[in-house]
C-alpha cells in the first residue's frame, strides 16, 4: 500500500463488501470510498483505452515499416546491374533477401497469421500500453499531489548568480568555481539558499542535499540525474 492506487483499490474493495457502519469502524470514511470507487472504474476505463491506443498504435507503425521496406525493395529490384561490379551485386542480392525477410516477417505479426505471431504483437501491445499509462500517469498520483519544492527558480538565479559572482573575481577564469580560499562544499549553496529565503521572508531549509539536488548532476543516468529539476 505504498501508492495511491493501490490504497484507494483496497479502499473500493472494502466499500463492496462492508457496510457504511462497518467502513467507519476501520478508520474509512464511507464517502471516501465511494469516491475511490468510482475513480478505480475510471482508471480501468483509462486502461483499456490504452490498451485499444496501443494497438491502433502498433497498426500502424507496422504499416509504415511495411510500406518503407516495400518501396525500399522496389527501389532495389529497378536499380541497373549493368555497370555494377560482382561484389556490389552479391551486396544488392543479399540486401533484397534480408528486405524480404523483414518483411515477411512484419506481414506476419500484422496479419497475426500464426501462434507465435499473435503472442508476439499482443506482447508489444502490452508493452506499448505500459508505456502510455507510465506517461498519461493514469495509475500514480496525480501531478498536483506532495509537498511543494522548497527552493524554486528565482532560488536557483540566486545561487547561480552568486557561483558567477565569485568564479570571475579573477577576470580570466570562466569556470564554475567559487574562490573562497578553502573547498567549496554543499553548506556554501545552503548558506547562500538560506540568505535569499530569508531575504524573500520563506522559511530556512536545514538539509544541503536539497539545494544540492537542484545542480547540475555529475551522471545524468542516476536516479537523483533523473528527478533533478535544475534549469541549468
Known sequence: MDSENYQSIAKALLSIFLSRDQLESIGIRPDTARS????????????????????????????????????KLNNLCNMESNHLSVK????????????EESLNSKSTLLLQEDKYSVQKFKQATKRLAKKLIAENRIKS????????????????????????SKSSAH??????????NHRVTSKDLLSIANY????????????ARTVWLRGRPRRVSTIEGKRHCSKS
Not at 91 to 99: A, F, P
Not at 146 to 161: M, N, Q, T, V, Y
Not at 172 to 180: A, F, K, Q, T, V
Open 196 to 207: 535569499n529565503l530569508i531575504r524573500r521572508g520563506k522559511h530556512m531549509i536545514r538539509s
Open 141 to 164: 498520483r496525480r501531478l498536483g499531489a506532495g509537498p511543494k519544492p522548497l527552493l524554486d527558480s528565482d532560488d536557483e538565479d540566486f545561487i547561480a548568480r552568486a557561483i558567477e
Open 36 to 71: 475511490a470507487l468510482q475513480k478505480l472504474q475510471v482508471v480501468q476505463e483509462e486502461i483499456r483505452n490504452a490498451y485499444t491506443a496501443a494497438t491502433d498504435m502498433l497498426n500502424l507503425r507496422l504499416t509504415k515499416e511495411i510500406q518503407d521496406k516495400q518501396s
Open 88 to 99: 556490389r551485386k552479391a551486396d544488392i542480392e543479399m540486401e533484397k533477401e534480408l528486405l
Open 171 to 180: 577576470g580570466g577564469r570562466y569556470d564554475s568555481i567559487m574562490y573562497l
